[in-house]
Each structure stands twice: as C-alpha cells, then as structure tokens.
C-alpha cells in the first residue's frame, strides 16, 4: 500500500492500475475511520480492482465555530486499517495540496505548469478562501443539514469534484447514513457528466443501533446512552408508517416525543422529505428519506432512514 501526499503521484499510481486495466474504486473520508468507512473500503474492494481511500479532513466544508481544529485525526491508526483491508494507495493531501494559493500573476509558461499542477504557488494564507471556483447543487444543498450549516453542501461537491478530477475513479463509494451528501453527489455527478458511478452503502451502526461517526468520538458516557434515541426515533416512526399513519405531523411528534426523553438532546431538525428533491412532505408516499440532526454535548449528529411507502 503506498501513502501519497502528492497529487501528481496519486495520478501516476492510478494511471499505472488504469493502463493495467484495472477499475478504480475511491472511498473519500475525512478520516477517524470506524466500520462504517471499512464497509465502504469492502465494497470498493468487491467491485474494483484498485482502491484508492482519501484522507482529508477539508477546511471548505466546516463553518465557523465548527469543530475543525478538533475533527480527530489518528492517522497511523487509519493508515494500519487501510493497508488490513488490502487497500493500494491512501491519498492523504495537505490543505496546501488540495487549495493552492494560484499566483494570477504568473507569465504563460508558468500557467502552463501551474495547470500541470507541478508549480503552484503555495503560501500560509487562508487556504480554501483562495478557491475561485465552487460548485453548488443548487436546491439539494439547501434544506436539512443545509439550513443549519450554509456552505457545508458547496464545500463537499467541490472537494468530491476536486477528488474526481484528481483520481479518475470508475466507482465512487458513499455512505448512507449521510443520504442529503450522497443526494448531492450523484445530482453533481449527473448534472455535470462525470465519467464514474456513485455507489451508496447501507449505513452501519453499533450494536444499540446508533451510527457509527467519528463525531461520537465527542460524546461522554450519558451522552453516548441518550444518542440511541436517534435511532429510536426514526425506527418509531418506521413503525408508525407500518401502523398505517401517513401523515408527516403526526409522525414527527411521535418521533419529538422519543427524542425529548433524553433533556440534553437538543432537535436541530427532523424532516420528512422527497427522497429526491428532498423536498418536506405532508403525507408519506414513495421514496420517503426521514432525517434527523440533533445537539447532543458537544457533538452534532445525524440520521435517517430511507423507506419506500406504498
Ligand atoms: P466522513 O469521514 O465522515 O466524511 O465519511 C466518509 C464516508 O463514510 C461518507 O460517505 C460517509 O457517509 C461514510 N460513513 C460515515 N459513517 C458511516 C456509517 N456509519 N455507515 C456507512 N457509511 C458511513
């Protein structure tokens, strides 16, 4: 397993698997890898034949005051699981790497190289604030996790867009358990005819069916007890829906009264939406994603449930 820095390098790793006509998987993460990223690694283990996972925790995607100075960061212990998995080459560039301050005022030949991405101008400013070019999904990104963390949506397809270019995957593998990013990216991936398919893996959750998230890293020991009622909730609802009641009112307060059993959750949202446009519904029909975020201490969480109603 080779670990690169370099982008020029992970492109010649990659071209080298390509010209020896294997398939490209990339798994992206922001790394603090727990099942839910390995079940991702296994299926790209299962359907291609050259895996790359990206390690990048990327500064476009957290607000201010989020928690990006303490997004946990144990990369030997990350890089030890990759290599367990049989993965070929873990991508892990710096900021520098991902947003290069891009010195304009360069001569023609140095654009040139700039664009080869072998001379770009690097200095400590403010790394992504250097970016000029974004690429927002326009409706997708806006609603659920959107409301709450404007810019976070434009952060993910750009730097997804930015891995795209970089590795050239024929296979790209997401997690369900963040179904709106997930939304998003097959939406970037359609509107913008990007050669490669998105693959959405079933989310993975601890024995007491909380999902797995390096943010439950956060939680203390009572914390980590009431964040089963995420789950809880959404499982009632599931229920209620099974019971025959259909409208989105009705289950959300039955979904309200699981979660305020614990006093330190604090709802940030629960919706009932589309489960394409991700518009909210009032009555469950067809592909329903049910979503939730909620405070909980010091973490941020969130969930779903994709379901199909009759
Ligand atoms: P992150 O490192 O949190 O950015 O996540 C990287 C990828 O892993 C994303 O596609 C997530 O949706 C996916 N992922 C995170 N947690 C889980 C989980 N519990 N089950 C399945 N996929 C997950």
Known sequence: MEIIEIIEKTRKAVAKAKAAGKKIGLVPTMGALHEGHFSLIKAAKKQTDFVVVSIFVNP????????????????????????????????????????????????????KSTMAESKVVVSNGMYPEKNLTWINVEKLSEPLCGKSRPGHFRGVATVCAKLFNIIRPDFAFFGQKDAQ???????????????????????????????????????????????VLLYAALQEAELFIKAGVRKSSELKKEMEKILKISKQIKVDYISIVDAQTLNEIKEVKG????ALAVKLGAARLIDNIMLDVE
């Not at 476009?60 to 890089?79: L, S």
């Not at 049989?86 to 710096?94: C, K, R, S």
């Not at 959750?205 to 999902?211: H, M, P, Q, T, V």
């Open 60 to 111: 476009a995607q957290f607000g201010p005051g989020e928690d990006i100075d303490k997004y946990p960061r144990p990369f030997d212990a990350d890089v030890k699981a990759c290599k367990k998995l049989g993965v070929n080459v873990v991508f892990a560039p710096t900021v520098e790497q991902m947003y290069p301050v891009r010195d304009n005022k360069s001569s023609k030949s140095d654009l």
């Open 287 to 290: 592909q329903v994603l049910i």
């Open 181 to 227: 990013q997930a939304i998003i990216v097959q939406r970037m991936v359609a509107d913008l005819n990007m050669p490669l398919k998105i693959v959405v893996c079933p989310t993975v959750r601890e024995k007491d069916g909380l999902a797995m998230s390096s943010r439950n890293k956060y939680l203390n020991a009572k914390e980590r007890k009431d964040a």
